[in-house]
């Protein structure tokens, strides 16, 4: 059964620094990408990096400049480096793994959520 399990959420004062972590379990299929979305009460989930197994990354204009986002593809693992934290970050947040099997097939996988809050 493949996992998603998700690490580095927390509480931090504006103008700190989180990083969060998402390793894949439980899979043989190789990365396709990965990214990390974000959802705020009362909003709907939106994108907020991501990366191909070729290193391009895309990031939402609200975050360029402050996040980085990163991977190893080996070790099916992702990480969101979130420097210069606003109170508007505060969401939780969750990573995404789109795998390719062997046959070519695409999945996603979604983490469980980490909870970052953006608070003085």
């Known amino acids: 059964q493949v996992q998603l399990v998700e690490s580095g959420g927390g509480l931090v004062q504006p103008g700190g620094s989180l990083t969060l972590s998402c390793a894949v379990s439980?899979?043989?299929?190789?990365?396709?990408?990965m990214g990390w979305y974000r959802q705020a009460p009362g909003k709907q989930r939106e994108l907020v990096a991501t990366i191909t197994n070729g290193g391009r990354t895309n990031y939402v204009d609200s975050v360029k400049g402050r996040f980085t986002i990163s991977g190893d593809n080996a070790k099916k693992t992702v990480y969101l480096q979130m420097d210069s934290l606003r109170p508007e970050d505060t969401a939780v947040y969750y990573c995404?793994?789109?795998?390719?099997?062997?046959?070519?097939?695409?999945?996603?996988?979604w983490g469980q959520g980490t909870q970052v809050t953006v608070s003085s």
């Open positions: 995404n793994q789109r795998l390719m099997t062997l046959g070519g097939s695409i999945w996603d996988y």
């Open positions: 439980g899979s043989r299929s190789s990365v396709y990408a």
